[in-house]
């Protein structure tokens, strides 16, 4: 997301400081025209220092390697942390700070229906963290969490539809649990970078917003682009055999999570613009690497 929001910032006018944890992620920060701090989220003293030389704070990073390895509450609690690091320094400054959530997140907490903006719970892995990020506007920071849907696509990454890509190159079947009427919400990277952006300089502190151009496309849809584009077979996967097929994405294939962004459309006068999911799935999806077929 990174490669994306430093892009846009910088096309408005603004400074970026991009913290990087190796020099392979510095070179990256320096290509796309931002200077490099170097440190990781468990550096929390230099986190705070960092942001005390900032005017404002986007906060996109997430342990993903410690959450695929099965220790999501590992990830959650480093996650916390550092949001704690980042923001405490701009308490009574009324400086933005901008944290990331995701719209799976409720849904897996129990939410049901048509997520919007208001929707909250008291709550859950990454739920903290974003009630922890809308809690320091009353500590005096303009404060903002976007919520990010599951497939956040461009360029060749896809978001959680990346594993079901990776599932169908391995087994050989574009597959979706049951029916395949559960759905999913999207966003094209660049629209996303701009409400990031949209949110660091004009997001009312307190705010939610929903980075969903989307508002829901069925697992069906999805698994259809994908084996057309792979050219395997594309099939129900029993309720049975959902664990197995899907392996550490199972827990979330099934998940149903329509999702609006209405609010933030109005409030910030973001529209989203880039191509959608299934266009650029249709178009860019790289059907050269070889794929294992089903027995």
Do not use: C
């Not at 705010?207 to 594309?234: F, K």
């Amino acid at each position: 997301m990174a490669s994306a929001v430093i892009p846009e910032l910088i096309s408005a006018g603004h400074t970026v400081v991009g913290l990087a944890r190796s020099e392979g992620s510095a070179s990256v920060v320096r290509s796309l025209g931002a200077e490099v701090r170097r440190g990781d989220l468990d550096d929390l003293d230099g986190l705070s220092a960092a942001v005390q030389e900032a005017d404002g704070v986007i906060h996109l990073a997430f342990d993903h390697d410690l959450q695929r390895s099965g220790d999501l509450a590992a990830a959650v609690e480093a996650d916390l942390r550092a949001i704690a690091a980042l923001s405490s320094p701009l308490a009574g400054t009324g400086k933005p700070f901008v944290g990331t959530s995701a719209t799976g997140a409720l849904a897996l907490a129990g939410f049901r229906g048509e997520l919007t903006e208001q929707d909250t719970l008291p709550g859950g892995p990454r739920i903290d963290a974003e009630n922890f990020v809308i809690a320091a506007a009353d500590a005096g920071v303009r404060s903002s969490t976007v919520r990010l849907p599951p497939a956040v696509h461009s360029d060749g990454r896809y978001g959680f539809v990346s594993g079901l890509i990776e599932i169908a190159r391995a087994t050989g079947v574009s597959g979706y649990p049951g029916a395949g009427d559960n759905r999913w919400p999207s966003a094209n990277t660049r629209d996303v970078a701009r409400l990031y952006r949209l949110a660091l300089e004009s997001a009312p502190a307190g705010t939610r917003l929903h980075a969903v151009a989307e508002e829901g496309i069925t697992l069906h849809e999805i698994a259809e682009v994908i084996g057309r584009r792979l050219d395997v077979p594309v099939r129900a996967i029993a309720t049975e055999d959902v664990a197995q097929h899907f392996g550490y994405l199972a827990f979330f294939a099934g998940l149903d999570n329509p999702a609006s962004s209405r609010i933030t459309r109005d409030s910030l006068g973001w529209t989203p613009a880039a191509p959608g999911l299934l266009s650029d799935l249709g178009q860019h999806l790289d059907p050269s690497i070889s794929t294992a077929r089903s027995r």
